[in-house]
């Protein structure tokens, strides 16, 4: 299958750990910048599905704002309670 992608941003849009709330297709994806790399995830922290939009943002990782869950930007790994399930990340294409 091969992904849909959909422009959402301007490369000098977001400045590092900045992000930027979009909708594709009804579904709200966080779009943001660390350490130069660029992500997109879902906006749904997977301990409360609370969003994750407005989480502070610093070394690839997003924490939820509401209980304080941490996720890696990269593959979407919790790495610290309360969450123990995976985000869903999307591919980002440069263009």
Do not use: W, Y
Not at 37 to 42: K, L
Not at 44 to 70: F, M, S
């Amino acid at each position: 299958m091969t992904a849909k992608f959909v422009a959402v941003a301007n490369v000098g849009e977001l400045g590092d750990d900045q992000q930027k709330l979009v909708r594709i297709d009804g579904k709200a994806i966080v779009v943001c910048k660390s350490e130069g790399r660029f992500f997109a995830i879902e906006n749904r922290c997977t301990h409360d599905n609370e969003q994750l939009h407005g989480g502070n943002i610093k070394k690839c990782t997003i924490v939820c704002p509401i209980h304080g869950a941490r996720f890696s930007l990269k593959n979407g790994a919790p790495l610290g309670g309360p969450a123990f399930e995976p985000i869903t990340t999307f591919p980002v294409r440069l263009s």
